[in-house]
C-alpha cells in the first residue's frame, strides 16, 4: 500500500503518516524499486488506534508506551501491569482536571446568565486573563437561588 492509501483507509493526512514515521510511531517501510514506501496492511490498523488514543486525550508519548503493551512476553506481564497502572493514573488525572474545568465553567455559565448588563461577562473576563498569561480568577460564588419569578 502506498502512504496514500494508508492514510486514506485510516482517515488522516499524509503530513500526519510522515510526522509518526519520524516520531518512530510507525515504522518506515521498505521502498519499492519505483521508489514509493510499500506499507504492509496492519498500518491502517495502527495509524487508527494511534488516532482513537488521541481522541481519547493521550498525547503521542503516551500512545508509544500503550503500543508497547502489545507484544508481551510471559515474563514481563508485571512489568506491563506496572506500566498499565501508570496509565490508569494519567487518565485518572485527566478526568480529574477535567472535572474540575467543568465545574468552573458551570459557575461562569451561571455568572454569566446572572450578571447586570454593565459587568462584563465572567467566561470574556477568564479568557482574557488566560491570554495575558495570568492565572484566571476564582469564579465568583454562586448563589443556592432558584431561578423563575420572584414572588411580590
Avoid at 83 to 97: E, F, L, N, Q, Y
Amino acid at each position: 500500500m502506498t502512504i496514500g492509501e494508508v492514510a486514506h483507509m485510516a482517515g488522516v493526512n499524509i503530513q500526519t503518516m510522515r510526522y509518526y514515521e519520524r516520531r518512530g510511531i510507525v515504522p518506515k517501510p521498505p521502498r519499492r524499486t519505483s521508489g514509493y514506501r510499500a506499507y504492509p496492511l496492519d498500518t491502517v490498523l495502527l495509524v487508527r488506534f494511534i488516532k482513537r488514543a488521541q481522541d481519547l486525550g493521550f498525547t503521542l508519548d503516551e500512545v508509544l508506551m500503550l503500543l508497547s503493551f502489545r507484544n508481551v512476553e510471559e515474563s514481563q506481564r508485571e512489568e506491563t501491569a506496572i506500566r498499565a497502572s501508570d496509565v490508569i493514573r494519567i487518565i485518572d488525572a485527566k478526568a480529574t482536571r477535567m472535572a474540575a474545568m467543568k465545574a468552573v465553567l458551570d459557575q461562569l455559565v451561571f455568572s454569566c446568565r446572572e450578571g447586570r448588563a454593565i459587568e462584563p461577562c465572567p467566561i470574556v473576563e477568564v479568557v482574557n486573563e488566560i491570554a495575558r498569561g495570568n492565572e484566571p480568577p476564582a469564579p465568583p460564588a454562586t448563589r443556592n437561588r432558584k431561578r423563575g419569578r420572584r414572588k411580590v
